[in-house]
């Protein structure tokens, strides 16, 4: 959801708003307050670094809008924008629009989309509706919004099974979730297809990914699926589920800013900087090294025999899928984003209407493998270029990279090498992605490209690598001359090019207070949690992947405190392998030099659904067989799960966690489990940490009841909030009609975590929080008083929530924890809260 910031030079007035929008929204928008200045004597003016905090605690891909009063307002929410990583800079909007009303009217639309250009549309025109009931102006035509559906049950008309689906991923049906929807099409005997909602004639194979991704599904669109055969009932309801569960990306995907229209370069580079797309921050000065991307001509021969032709192009198609299974191993353990960019590569490759497409101009029209290869390419290219979305447009670049692989085989050409005899700075028309991951970071210290978009694939690599970059600088940038001294400020998407001697001091004198700042931040993030009368803390991390674990590491995370496994199982069709989970484990573990690694045993079920799990279809998934039941009922994945943490444990503070319990036997039929796989082992001679602490998830109302039960059979507890909240208050949090009910700051919920505090306490066992309220600022102090010193949230919170907590003493917590179980409603605790 868009997340609100506002901006006042007024504490007060910043604090009436929101709280005139959350009773109008009944808190279902994430929305924060920046107001004032920490100063008792003149509290009125504004704060670059409140107003930072307050964009990050609402912070989401999807977006956060800014409104502001006026002056220094503007002034500091431009400065915190600018203070953000460049990825977040392009999802925040400063809006212009007045500030009580646009704040009002951006809140409200915020609840039916998340389409940013629609909330800022409403916020502008929010006074029309005043001046309309004035009579000061004509009508204003509103905004047009649609609220985005659930997937529907399929129906079955003559025979044919169809269902319509909302695409939710951010940047839509793009390569990596349209190679995932080929993948499961393709498990099935039935004729699959799909198309935009409301076109039949848009209707392509399901099975084909360059048709697939012709559509230019964009988030929030509406698709129609359509499945006739044998396991047709079986392909949609695997379908559904891949869509509901966001194609297997994080429900926080790792996005990137949106493409801008870089602006043309100054003719004059030596009165200002050229202005381009920044994909990577940093600041770097170095010389110009012009690269070339050389096309590959193909060689003067006649064709051989259609039949040796074709074996010739599968040789190389097969070789080239080989290469490209290479780099996947290489990334898969240290990006899965990146991995997944390689694994959509090799299904271009292998798509079955560019096969019949190839087959054609080989038997057909007489052509040699490569001017076959190529003349199909070359049509690909141009029907991605296109296209009308920018975004889509960018996988051109794909295809021609993937194109000249295969004709780099065919001809036997040598793979890319970037041999560079000093670090420089990179300049080149555009890279793809193979050229990307060739690329040194230690020789290539910054690059600079004519075209290319921050939401490339190629862009992702670069980040993956930290190589300051600009894309989309434009033509002028052909006419650098190599050894061009070059300032590179990917911090603020400048350039400049041959810069004067006064412009190379201000570049220094910008430069040390950038890397000033960099290692004051380093220091103070890696400090150790502490409340303002120094009682010490703990801050853990929740992750999936060990790209969330490096950025929650670099943010002064202490350990794991959840790992949740369930994105292992999603990207695949059949569980994961003992050893594969093993190298995965492993390799986590491995980056935390000191502290534990919390593994929760695979939590499927509810919304988060897997094909392979044998049951039928549930009225109430969240209800059914969800969390450790369906591990219980399949506890062969469990035995295979547990096999892989106790094969990898040693020397490592391994600890498993178990979700969804909601009584006494389901914990001592893991307990059976768990022995059975150590016996084995033992058997087996596979050595294993013995003592591996074995905790529980507090996330059911049961749960806390039996808590003090529950206790005598674990080492540990970790609340849930998220759930917890929605089984107490028995309301849906993916249901946007009483999704509200489930807030964490009701009192209700504040009891239930007070009761496990005290269950916890007596039985002298650990006890965590992993839910989405450890990761919110005003809930922090909160918790401490309710008796909470160990948190575990997402990495980039974790500066934010040391500073809520630095801020108190366990004294003044735990009276705010006593004022807050005494009131009435989850609305009467944040205003409590807020004025404290």
């Not at 212009?96 to 009002?104: F, H, N, R, W």
């Not at 490209?449 to 300051?468: D, F, K, N, Y």
């Not at 659904?609 to 369906?630: D, K, Q, S, V």
């Amino acid at each position: 959801m868009v997340g609100i910031v506002v901006v006042s030079h007024s504490y007060k007035l910043a604090v009436g708003v929101l709280d005139l929008v959350e009773q109008m929204t009944q808190g279902q928008v994430p929305i924060a307050a920046a107001g004032g200045i920490d100063d008792p004597d003149n509290p009125i003016g504004t704060d670059t670094f409140m107003v930072q905090a307050a964009i990050e605690s609402v912070y989401s891909d999807e977006g956060v809008v800014v409104l502001m009063d006026l002056g220094s307002a503007v002034l500091s929410a431009e400065t915190a924008k600018e203070f953000l990583p460049p990825i977040q800079q392009s999802n925040v909007y400063l809006c212009e629009a007045p500030l009580v009303e646009g704040t009002i009217s951006a809140a409200i639309q915020a609840l039916v989309t998340t389409d940013v250009e629609q909330i800022l549309s409403e916020a502008r025109t929010c006074l029309s509706h005043k001046t309309n009931q004035l009579h000061l102006s004509g009508n204003v035509p509103p905004v047009q919004t649609e609220v985005k559906s659930s997937p529907t049950c399929p129906t079955e008309p003559s025979g044919m099974l169809e269902c319509r689906l909302v695409i939710h991923n951010h940047q839509g049906l793009h390569a990596r979730p349209a190679a995932r929807l080929v993948k499961v099409a393709a498990q099935f005997e039935a004729n699959i297809s799909i198309g935009v909602s409301g076109d039949n004639a848009s209707q392509v194979s399901a099975k084909s990914i360059n048709q697939v991704m012709m559509l230019a599904v964009k988030s929030g669109q509406s698709v129609v699926i359509k499945a006739t055969g044998s396991d047709s009932f079986e392909a949609i309801i695997a379908l559904q589920r891949l869509v509901a569960d966001r194609f297997g990306e994080p429900d926080q995907p790792p996005t990137v800013p949106p493409p801008d229209s870089p602006a043309v370069p100054d003719p004059d580079p030596t009165t200002n900087p050229w202005s381009g797309i920044s994909v990577c921050a940093g600041m770097v000065m170095g010389r110009a090294k012009r690269y070339q991307q050389g096309l590959i001509d193909l060689p003067d021969r006649q064709a051989e025999s259609p039949t040796q032709e074709q074996v010739r192009l599968q040789r190389a198609i097969t070789a080239v899928h080989d290469e490209l299974t290479a780099i996947r191993q290489q990334y898969q353990y240290r990006s899965e984003q990146e991995s997944a960019i390689f694994e959509a590569h090799q299904l271009l490759l292998t798509d079955p209407t560019l096969h019949k497409q190839l087959e054609h101009r080989i038997d057909h029209d007489g052509l040699t493998a490569e001017a076959a290869w190529k003349a199909c390419l070359n049509e690909l290219i141009e029907q991605y270029r296109a296209l009308s979305d920018p975004y889509m447009q960018t996988k051109a670049v794909d295809w021609l990279d993937i194109g000249q692989r295969v004709l780099r085989v065919l001809t036997g050409h040598r793979a890319i090498r970037f041999e560079l005899d000093e670090p420089a700075i990179l300049i080149t028309s555009d890279l793809t992605p193979s050229e990307a991951v060739s690329l040194d970071p230690s020789s290539v210290i910054g690059l600079c490209t004519e075209a290319g978009s921050a939401t490339s694939h190629t862009a992702i690599i670069l980040r993956g690598l930290g190589i300051p970059t600009l894309v989309g600088l434009g033509q002028p940038l052909a006419g650098v001359a190599e050894d061009t001294l070059l300032l590179l400020n990917g911090n603020t998407g400048n350039l400049w090019v041959e810069p004067s001697a006064r412009q190379q001091a201000s570049w220094q004198v910008e430069y040390d207070q950038w890397l000033a700042a960099q290692r004051l931040f380093e220091q103070q993030r890696q400090q150790p949690a502490r409340t303002k009368d120094q009682q010490p803390l703990t801050l853990l991390t929740n992750i999936a992947t060990i790209a969330d674990l490096s950025v929650a590491l670099t943010q002064g995370a202490q350990g794991v405190g959840l790992l949740r496994t369930e994105l292992l199982y999603s990207q695949q069709h059949n569980p994961p392998s003992e050893m594969e989970q093993a190298a995965y484990y492993q390799a986590l573990a491995e980056k935390i030099e000191d502290g534990p690694l919390t593994i929760r045993t695979l939590d499927a079920g509810g919304d988060k659904p897997l094909p392979y799990l044998n049951h039928a279809l549930e009225a109430n998934p969240f209800l059914g067989r969800r969390g450790i039941r369906a591990c219980l009922a399949q506890p062969e994945i469990l035995q295979t799960q547990l096999r892989a943490i106790l094969r990898v444990s040693v020397g490592h503070q391994f600890k498993i966690l178990l979700p969804m319990i909601s009584c006494l036997t389901e914990v001592r039929a893991v307990k059976q489990i768990l022995q059975t796989v150590q016996t084995d082992l033992r058997q087996e001679g596979v050595p294993f940490e013995e003592k591996i602490p074995l905790g529980i998830m507090i996330e059911l109302p049961s749960a806390v009841i039996m808590a003090d039960l529950l206790a005598q059979e674990v080492d540990f507890f970790s609340l849930g909030t998220n759930d917890l909240a929605q089984y107490s208050m028995a309301a849906d949090r993916t249901n946007p009609e009483v999704a509200g009910l489930a807030d964490f700051f009701h009192p209700a919920l504040l009891r239930l975590i007070r009761q496990t505090v005290q269950a916890a306490e007596r039985a002298n066992i650990g006890l965590s929080i992993c839910g989405e309220m450890a990761s919110d600022p005003l809930a922090a102090p909160l918790l401490l008083g309710l008796g909470l010193t160990e948190f575990s949230l997402n990495g980039p919170a974790i500066p934010h929530i040391k500073q809520a907590l630095a801020r108190v003493t366990i004294g003044q917590a735990k009276q705010m924890a006593q004022t807050a179980l005494g009131l009435e409603s989850a609305e009467a605790v944040r205003r409590y809260l807020k004025v404290t």
